[in-house]
């Protein structure tokens, strides 16, 4: 038996390898995840963000398909980071697969220690939805991008970056959204890249236009098109803790700023003067002077993207630590722009909005298409909504299983799961689809460099909301859950969960549903009422949400 | 309405007071673990533990039994650290209350962070069975307590602590049980304790036999019954740090040297030179000043026991983190003696055995006289686990609802579910009987200090497993599941998960059992299959228990 590399690829159809939908359904995903279209490493079982991976080794992968492959109704198979460790018995309504991955004990979550364990065979990174196998390529950070730049020109430009420049850097799995994202929103983005590669394949797919052939040209494209109002966007080979500050010391008009290198993981971000095809080597043997370097550049980094700052730029973290990183590598100010969240997302996440996705296990574009026809029918006043399903039919490439994202709040989502349900129930649809989410939402994370910075009652290191929203999905039906440590922030600096659930037409799917699609977004709504923004007691408010102490 | 404090005290018989037992159970454990027969401070609803907690405050205590009461059986409450935030529809196999507590992100999983959070009112401390509504007073710990010295005597005094002096120090709500387990197996115990009050309340319920009038006294008489081979308990009023070296200087014959004073929290132990009066005050003026004088304290305390063992005492840290304040304090050897997990119970966590406890709704002690039978016939080849349960009946005074622990293991625990399920539904008891265990079970805790450390494949710091076991709990029926950050060993050392089941005589109470009290211990068992040790993998293969990745 091969228990070594090889492309995986999902089956397509309706034909069953497992024996039902619910555990067809995670066999699927998880192949789909290491499908060459989607992962960024696939061989080395590498889905995306830095080292996120599907599974410990090959060898898991191989017993996981065979254990789904078996998995009867009522049983249950426990992954723990990566690596099956048993199949207990429960019943119909609960999970097919339970997941924990990455996790330790608080003292321990330093970076080298990980790595020690992980180098002992005993944990893996899972990222967000790498290890719980509902990574769906960049469209899935795509939406998410497009919406905090829209946030962005809403706040600074009127509405549009029409003849703005945004600067950046980093092409991977999500940073590879941010150009298509700016372009969406009519702007001119200019994105640093140290991996050639990694910027060819983001114009083979679409999100990139194109690739300057030095830091002049890259300046002449995108300053003429900012002149022009004309939509742009232009990769540029070369290392961000060098190009910043070159851009910021020729005093480019740049309008915004922001990034999306592995900040995270210190040694998921190359250093100044070590190039790309020595990078693994020299991470590998000595970590310790790799990552004091990778920090030292990224102060350097940093500080430019303050001097931006003071300069009169929009500047933000985009969710990727590289101000704690500056910190560390010791830049006193790396603090001084805030996170994504706090700027612009955190009035969505207390109305339970977040980054509602699904997945067609057909493999056909066109149910993809009847759902997102579906999905307009559903909300037809909502125009913002409106505007990115369309665009993202026209301009978002496949890969894997055809998917789609959307942010949908509490209220909205499980009306979206019951429709798709019944399209399925009624042939209009011709597989069963999966709906899950990223673990980057409203009341699925604590994460206090990104999802919980700055929140308004100071309980940004509180940890029992994550827990208590993998236990309530686990306890409301859904297919399969899981609970993650570290994610897009590092060890150490955040616990998330993750759900997803089969829509396969029967009528417990749509009860299941019903109440995971209900009661996962309404963990968002009482977060943030817990912690006092008056929008969420509002919409708990509207929605007959109970509060249990508010009833005094 | 009044909202502060005031005495508690569970309903008894089987009027129901919510709408359902599943509802009733959790709410009659909540109050009788604040009954003040069974919490060290009612008032200050301080269970057990230094400062483990049943509820945040007492306003959110009156919202639970609100909500309890009004519960119904398709309805999930969350508590977040002690404060009810939710109430969702879920179905009737999921668990009516899920409880996250003491929960941080691990770069802010420290005692400063933790406490800061906690005086704005963000958390609290929830011990183990403390904020997760299980716990039964000292009885708790008397049996783990029992079976560790009686481990103690097979290795090194053949089978008996007959003739034998131990010393410990700590007479609280767990420490009071060292007593009358060193009794229980026939030897003399010298006990260290500052505060009079508790040494008094030992001797009340009868966990401890005397209290001498000082160390001299002490000494002689703990020394004529070691003569005599006479079972002996002695309270001495001192502290440990003061009365340890002074033992070790004086060259008394010492067997077994262990603690149990709060040292997990560093508020929570007594430096030297302060006294039982100034405690609270000085160390809520001066948290970080009273902490460096009680490591100094922890310091010279564990050099004694460090002492003694170098003079040829079995000495062991009894899983209260002594060792690594002591190390924080500056002592290099602090890690001299091992922890009592690997040194006895690791075994015992191979074959899926932990403290196994059940309570009676009823408040009838007639019920747990019956289920104490039921468990003799049940087991009848087992002579140690006779010798407990009689001892048990004859010389353990009840606090609160009448109540028994004893350890069983996997393939065990759930004959005795189904077994008092069939006593409830036939009317030989008069009431349901709830079902948990202690969060220090085998395989519900990741802990380097106690219940992990020196896992055989080094696994100690990871902590997937206590989360697949909260995720699997809720997955298969239990009444109410817990996760919990802290414990017995304090913020950032360890992450537990707690169940309780009720046994309400009904068929899908059966099934519920079933399955959480066989997969409940499978997880004990999983993971040290996973670690490599050879007695679980004989345990899982003599079981039927598939290990997933063996198969290949
Ligand atoms: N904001 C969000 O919602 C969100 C979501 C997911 C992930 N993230 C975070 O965003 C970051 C990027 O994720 P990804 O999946 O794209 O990771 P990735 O590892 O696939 O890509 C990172 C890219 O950065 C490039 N890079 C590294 N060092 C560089 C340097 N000095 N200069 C220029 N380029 C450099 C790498 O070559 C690589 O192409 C991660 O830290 C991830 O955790 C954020
Ligand atoms: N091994 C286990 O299975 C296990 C189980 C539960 C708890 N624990 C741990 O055991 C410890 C004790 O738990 P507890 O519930 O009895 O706590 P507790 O707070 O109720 O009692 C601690 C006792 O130690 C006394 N004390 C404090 N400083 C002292 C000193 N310098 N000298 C002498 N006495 C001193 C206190 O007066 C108090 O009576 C805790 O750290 C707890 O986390 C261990």
Not at 21 to 45: G, H, I, K, S, Y
Not at 279 to 284: F, G
Not at 293 to 301: K, L
Request: hydrophobic share 40%; glycine share 10%; net charge negative.
């Amino acid at each position: 038996m091969n228990a070594g590399p090889r492309p995986v690829r999902a089956a397509r159809g309706t034909e069953l390898t497992a024996r039902s939908w619910a555990t067809e359904a995670p066999l699927r995903m998880l192949q789909n995840n290491l499908d060459p279209e989607v992962a960024e490493r696939p061989d080395d079982l590498v889905v995306y963000g830095g080292t996120g991976k599907a599974v410990r080794d090959w060898n898991c992968f191989d017993a996981i398909i065979r254990e789904l492959r078996n998995l009867a109704e009522d049983e249950t198979l426990l992954v723990q980071s990566g690596k099956p460790v048993g199949v207990l018995r429960t019943h119909e309504w609960a999970p097919r697969v339970l997941i924990a991955n990455s996790n330790l004990v608080g003292d321990w979550a330093t970076w080298p220690e990980f790595r020690k364990l992980e180098s002992q065979g005993l944990t893996m990174y899972g990222q967000m939805t790498a290890g719980s196998w509902i990574y769906i390529g960049t469209q899935g950070i795509l939406q998410g991008t497009y919406e905090t730049f829209a946030a962005v020109a809403q706040k600074r430009f009127g509405g549009t970056l029409a003849g703005t420049l945004t600067v950046t850097a980093g092409l991977g799995g999500m940073g590879g959204a941010q150009p298509l994202a700016v372009t969406m929103n009519e702007g001119v983005a200019l994105v640093v890249e140290v991996d050639r590669e990694r910027a060819q394949r983001r114009v083979e797919t679409r999100y990139l236009d194109e690739i300057a052939d030095d830091l002049d040209d890259a300046i002449s494209r995108v300053l003429s098109a900012k002149a022009d109002r004309r939509a742009l966007s232009v990769g540029v080979i070369g290392n961000a803790a060098e190009v910043l500050p070159e851009l910021l010391r020729r005093g480019v008009a740049v309008d915004v700023v922001t990034d999306q290198t592995s900040a995270h993981d210190p040694l998921a971000y190359l250093p100044k003067g070590v190039t790309v095809e020595e990078w693994a080597d020299y991470a590998a043997a000595k970590p310790e002077e790799f990552t004091t370097r990778a920090r030292e550049s990224m102060a350097e980094h940093v500080a430019a993207m303050v001097g931006f700052q003071d300069a009169g730029a929009e500047v933000f973290d985009y969710g990727n630590s590289i101000r704690g990183e500056a910190q560390l590598g010791g830049y006193e100010r790396a603090f001084d722009f805030p996170g994504f969240v706090p700027a612009y997302i955190r009035p969505l996440f207390c109305e339970g909005k977040g980054p509602f996705r699904w997945a067609a296990l057909s493999g056909d574009p066109e149910d993809i298409a009847k759902t997102d026809r579906a999905i307009l029918e559903l909300f037809p006043e909502n125009a913002q909504l409106a505007r990115w399903i369309k665009m993202a039919g026209e301009r978002v490439a496949f890969q894997g299983l055809p998917s789609r994202i959307c942010w949908l709040g509490y209220g909205e989502r499980h009306l979206a799961g019951l429709k798709f349900n019944e399209m399925v129930a009624s042939g209009e649809l011709s597989a069963p689809i999966v709906i899950g989410r990223d673990h980057l939402d409203c009341g699925s994370v604590a994460s206090p460099y990104r999802e919980t910075e700055a929140m308004a009652d100071g309980s940004d290191a509180i940890a029992d909301w994550p827990l208590l929203n993998a236990l309530i999905n686990t306890a409301s039906g859904a297919t399969w859950v899981s609970l993650h440590h570290g994610g897009g922030v590092g060890i150490g600096r955040s616990i998330h969960a993750g759900q997803v659930t089969v829509a396969d037409g029967t009528e417990l799917a749509a009860k299941k549903l019903e109440r995971v699609l209900t009661n996962d977004p309404a963990m968002g709504v009482l977060r943030h009422v817990d912690a006092g923004y008056d929008r969420a007691s509002s919409v708990a408010t509207a929605h007959s949400l109970p509060i249990p102490t508010a009833q005094s």
